[in-house]
């Protein structure tokens, strides 16, 4: 089972990611990776690092980057569609659209195949990416990420827990689940 965390609050994001994804670490997991808002107020992407095998390679890599924002979502991943690999590390990214995913998503071939056929570009072989197109699609449509989730939600079959956050509303992080536990906690005192 993958691990997905998200944060957003006045501390370091990177910290409060790489430290919960940490105490998700129970198994063998091929690959892990983060995307945190980054760069000037008026003007904030999501900066996405990933890396193949453990957390700790992960870790390596972040010691050197550093962000900006204070909104961000990490994944720690067990394969089940696409081999283990940076490529098919979370997070995916598609026009600002950056989620982790835990579960599997049972109609990813014909989600794919429609994608494909309105030209989408895949850049990894997971069901995880198809979702990140779906709901960048829809935010383009609406230009609110929350309803974006609502419209793509009847699209998916399957057993999942995301997070789904966009550069357009760098306050928003956006969790919804089918199946798999997903836990939210809001400290005391934080925005």
């Known amino acids: 089972m993958c691990g997905i965390v998200g944060y957003y609050g006045p501390k370091d994001p990177k910290d409060v990611i790489v430290g919960g994804l940490k105490r998700l670490e129970y198994r063998g997991y091929d690959s892990a990776g983060v995307a945190i808002l980054d760069g000037p107020k008026n003007d904030q992407h999501f900066k ?78 997971t069901d995880s990416e198809l979702v990140a197109h779906l709901l960048a699609r829809k935010v383009k449509e609406t230009g609110d990420l929350f309803k974006a989730v609502e419209l793509v939600l009847p699209m998916l079959t399957g057993a999942y827990s995301i997070l789904a956050v966009w550069e357009k509303q760098p306050d928003v992080m956006v969790a919804f689940k089918n199946g798999p536990p997903l836990i939210v906690g809001v400290g005391e005192k934080r925005w």
């Not at 690092?49 to 980057?65: F, N, P």
């Not at 590390?89 to 998503?105: E, K, R, Y």
């Not at 989600?111 to 494909?116: E, G, M, R, S, T």
């Open 48 to 125: 996405v690092v990933r890396a193949e095998g453990k957390l700790g390679e992960l870790a390596k890599k972040l010691e050197t980057v550093s962000f900006t924002g204070h909104l961000g979502i990490g994944h720690t991943r067990w394969a089940t569609h696409g081999v283990p690999s940076e490529r098919n590390a979370h997070p995916h990214t598609v026009d600002g659209v950056s989620l982790v995913h835990n579960g599997i998503i049972e109609n990813y071939q014909d989600i794919k195949a429609d994608l494909a056929r309105e030209g989408a570009v895949f850049s990894s072989d």
